[in-house]
């Protein structure tokens, strides 16, 4: 699975942006598919996690309301679409995809996504909120 974001930028607070990942490979093995972010000196955190076979979401608590995770099965595009946006959601934004069954029972069970669960990343897009 090969994955490719695009669609960051700079946007002034309360804006919106959508972030677009490309996806191509073997797409089926992608159970589910989430977003995460690292901000300079922090932790890459789980956002947005969809599981492709029925639909479930998982949204991070600070982002729950404001960010929409959506998927276009036809053309394997995984989309985050952010609206209020905040100075503390700037970010390296990353698509990642995880080949398990379970992942996403995993995320809902836990109330958050960890990073090692997801095989396939992309290369991230800086999103910049000032």
Known sequence: ????????????????LRLTCAVS???????CMGWFRQAPGKEREGIAALYT????????????????ISLDKGNNLLYLRMTDL???????????????????AG???LGGMV?????????????TVS
């Open 1 to 16: 699975v090969q994955l490719v974001e695009s669609g960051g930028g700079s946007v002034q607070a309360g804006g919106s």
């Open 25 to 31: 490979g073997n797409t089926r093995s992608a159970y």
């Open 53 to 68: 076979m029925a639909g479930s979401s998982y949204y991070e608590d600070s982002v729950k309301g404001r960010f929409t």
């Open 86 to 104: 905040k100075p503390e959601d700037s970010a390296v934004y990353y698509c990642a995809a995880a080949d398990g069954r379970g992942v996403m």
């Open 107 to 109: 995320i809902l069970a």
């Open 115 to 127: 990073a090692e669960e997801f095989g396939y990343w992309g290369q991230g897009t800086q999103v």
